[in-house]
């Protein structure tokens, strides 16, 4: 298990928790919360070691397109970078609809 | 099918670019087993490699040809009674003992570390380890309140979470997400990567097996 820390410059606040995905082998939950710090604030928990430059590379791209200003807080279970993308993209349509 | 175990017929021959990382080797030389991943199936099968280690998985490929056995999640629970009653005592057997009489209505089968290690023999569950729970979705619809109920009585054998992964042929998605309907959408894993539907449960049902 490995802990990864990450923050991102971001000017977009949320005013609600969102929380998408779920507890499960090869799936991740994502959960958002409100924050008053000046950016975003990613806190990692992951069952696969090793990963860190592939997170972040998922991330980088992530906040380019979404600089979303809240405390990230992700418990990943092996999931792909294709299942952590489309939990991210899914998190903004979460916050998209109860806006 | 994705989850199901497959002996090669020749380990050696992986069809891969990337060297083979050192404790693949230690693994394949006790057993020729490894996991069909999810992905195109055209001339080669994706497959993972598992070793004892959970940041070891390898993602490889091999010619269709290149297998002797199959055996599926379902079929691996019916390699429970050959297992040592040392082993049967490990607290994930237990759950999933503890779990067969309220699926008994299901398809259903067992994937992960238990499932490897009841094919192949090796000691590969912990006691912390994960019961994955591998379901054909079933013709008539559990609607999310039902789902719910099976969730909640799963739990309170499993603990706080019941990995059941919802399957139609390479699809799949998680019955947990199913009932919780936190979201408009659920996240289902097909051949072509992961998708959101409204609906995963029609979605499944239109598809041609």
């Known amino acids: 298990m490995e802990k990864l820390h990450f923050n991102y410059k971001a000017t977009q606040?949320?005013?609600?928790?969102?929380?998408?995905?779920v507890?499960?082998?090869?799936?991740?939950?994502?959960?958002?919360?409100?924050?008053?710090?000046?950016?975003?604030?990613?806190a990692i928990v992951t069952g696969s070691d090793g990963f860190k430059e592939t997170w972040e590379h998922v991330l980088d791209r992530?906040?380019?397109?979404?600089?979303i200003k809240a405390n990230f807080e992700i418990n990943d279970f092996g999931a792909t970078p294709g299942v952590v993308n489309l939990r991210l993209t899914q998190a903004m349509e979460a916050l998209k609809d109860e806006q | 099918?994705?989850?199901?175990?497959?002996?090669?017929?020749?380990?050696?021959?992986?069809?891969t670019a990337d060297p083979l990382p050192v404790w693949t080797e230690k693994i394949l030389n006790l057993t020729s087993y490894v996991i069909v991943r999810r992905?195109?199936?055209?001339?080669?099968?994706?497959?993972?490699?598992?070793?004892?280690?959970?940041?070891?998985r390898f993602g490889t490929w091999i010619h269709p040809d290149n297998w002797l056995a199959a055996v599926t999640p379902q079929q691996a629970l019916q390699y429970l009674p050959k297992l040592s009653s040392t082993r049967r005592q490990l607290k994930?057997?237990?759950t999933l003992d503890a779990i067969t009489p309220l699926l008994k209505t299901y398809e259903w089968g067992v994937g992960g570390s238990l499932a490897y290690e009841l094919v192949t023999g090796i000691e590969m569950a912990?006691?912390?380890?994960d019961v994955d729970v591998i379901m054909t979705l079933p013709k008539q619809r559990i609607t999310p309140h039902e789902a719910q109920h099976l969730i909640a009585e799963l739990r309170t054998i499993m603990g706080a979470h019941a990995d059941i992964q919802m399957v139609q042929g390479q699809y799949g998605f998680s019955l947990e997400e199913y009932a919780a309907q936190r979201t408009a959408e659920i996240l289902v894993k097909t051949n072509e990567g992961p998708?959101?539907?409204?609906?995963?449960?029609?979605?499944?049902?239109?598809m041609d097996d």
């Open chain 1, 13 to 21: 606040p949320i005013d609600h928790p969102v929380h998408v995905g």
């Open chain 1, 23 to 42: 507890v499960a082998s090869g799936d991740l939950e994502v959960l958002l919360r409100p924050t008053d710090k000046d950016g975003a604030e990613l």
């Open chain 1, 62 to 67: 992530f906040f380019d397109r979404y600089p």
């Open chain 2, 1 to 15: 099918m994705p989850h199901t175990l497959i002996k090669l017929k020749d380990p050696t021959l992986l069809l």
């Open chain 2, 39 to 56: 992905g195109e199936q055209q001339d080669r099968i994706p497959v993972g490699i598992r070793g004892f280690q959970k940041s070891q």
């Open chain 2, 92 to 94: 994930p057997f237990q």
């Open chain 2, 126 to 129: 912990r006691p912390e380890s």
């Open chain 2, 195 to 206: 998708i959101l539907s409204q609906d995963p449960w029609q979605l499944m049902t239109e």
